[in-house]
């Protein structure tokens, strides 16, 4: 008879839901028809992201070494979580760097796999809201990403100025995008979206702005290293030019 | 001394990120510094009193202890994976010189 009670109370302590902090929306934690839509609204991107990057390597097979330093680096940053002025945690993402360098769409793949592995292992993000978590980290912040930085250069800024505001402005969109989400799916009673939406902002997007920072910083330091020991990858992707100015 | 200019950008760099994540651990006092979903969690029973949850994680890391070491260990294969590459490449480098 014990023995039945320590088991149940040892299994409720594992099912019973434990403060999970996670900087993604949480399992559970978006209506089923909100789930349903950011999953369909992914799923091209993804598949699109899959066919650049198997034209990237196939083209050159080099590439791949230097697209697994794009996956590692989002691994890395979105493991770390920091501080931040508001007192709360959260973690950068890490995907501005893949962005610059392959595209807008190729890190909807590695942002991906980044998200399943934490939702499955950390029960950080979930499997139901995996399809908005990715809409969030692995394509708004991306694109965001990718076309500051081509803007930047298009109108003359110095290189370091397009890698550090890519990079930064994508992780703080994806936030911004977090906040969208749940504003949508709970708008608030007095206000409706645009309440539920500033306030989700006051959480996630301004706890993020020093991240949105740091993750500049970080992402000009690897573009800075990249340049100098591995520029034959950087100039195949047309990111350096052949003199050694990123482009 | 190109080197040297490149080691120090590369070290201030370092240096601002490093202060960017001490100033609020030691400029805001009392403060939690729990995850931005916990207070999002409460954010959501504040606009749906009613809205519950419908789905649980299908398996949680049982301790605050075992998912630090599965963070570590996602940050560690991770970095694992930067330095091998810049070695690789550094290496390469050397050799075609």
Redesign the interface.
């Known amino acids: 008879m014990k023995k039945w009670m320590l088991l149940t109370a040892f299994a409720l302590l594992l099912i019973a839901p434990q403060i999970a902090y996670s900087m993604h929306i949480m399992e559970g934690f978006l209506p089923l028809k909100w789930c349903i839509i950011w999953d369909a609204a992914s799923l091209p991107f993804v598949v699109v992201g899959l066919i650049t990057i198997n034209k990237k390597v196939k083209e050159n097979p080099k590439l791949k070494m230097l697209l697994g330093f794009a996956g590692a680096f989002a691994f890395v940053l979105s493991a770390l979580k920091i501080p931040s002025v508001t007192g709360s945690c959260s973690h950068p993402t890490g995907v501005g760097l893949g962005a610059i360098l392959f595209g807008p769409f190729a890190m909807s793949v590695l942002g991906l796999i980044v998200l399943l592995f934490q939702a499955l292992l950390l029960a950080h993000g979930g499997i139901t809201t995996l399809g908005a978590n990715t809409f969030s980290m692995a394509i708004v912040g991306p694109i965001a990403s990718y076309y500051i930085f081509k803007g930047i250069k298009k109108a003359g800024g110095p290189n370091w100025l397009a890698v550090f505001l890519a990079a930064s402005i994508g992780d703080l969109l994806t936030y911004v995008t977090t906040s969208f989400q749940l504003a949508i799916a709970f708008p608030a009673e007095v206000g409706g979206f645009t309440a539920s939406f500033l306030k989700f902002m006051g959480i996630f997007a301004v706890t993020q702005v020093p991240l949105a920072i740091s993750e500049g910083l970080l992402t000009v330091l690897v573009i800075n290293m990249l340049s100098a020991y591995s520029k034959e990858e950087l100039i195949e992707l047309n990111v350096l030019e052949e003199e050694g100015k990123v482009v | 001394m190109k080197d040297k200019k ?1 080691l120090m ?2 070290l201030i ?2 240096l ?2 490093i202060l ?2 001490v ?3 030691v ?2 006092k009392n ?11 409460e ?2 029973a504040q ?2 009193k009613n ?1 519950k ?10 301790s605050g202890e075992i ?1 630090s070491l ?3 260990l ?2 560690a ?6 330095g091998y ?2 070695g ?3 290496g ?2 050397n050799a075609n010189r």
């Open positions: 490149f950008k590369n760099l370092g601002l990120v960017l994540i100033f609020p651990l400029t805001i403060a939690e510094f729990a995850g931005t979903d916990d207070r999002a969690t954010a959501i606009v749906d809205y949850p419908w789905f649980e994680p299908i398996w949680e890391p049982p998912a599965l963070f570590a996602q940050a294969i991770g970095a694992g994976f930067l590459y810049i690789l490449v550094k390469r480098k």
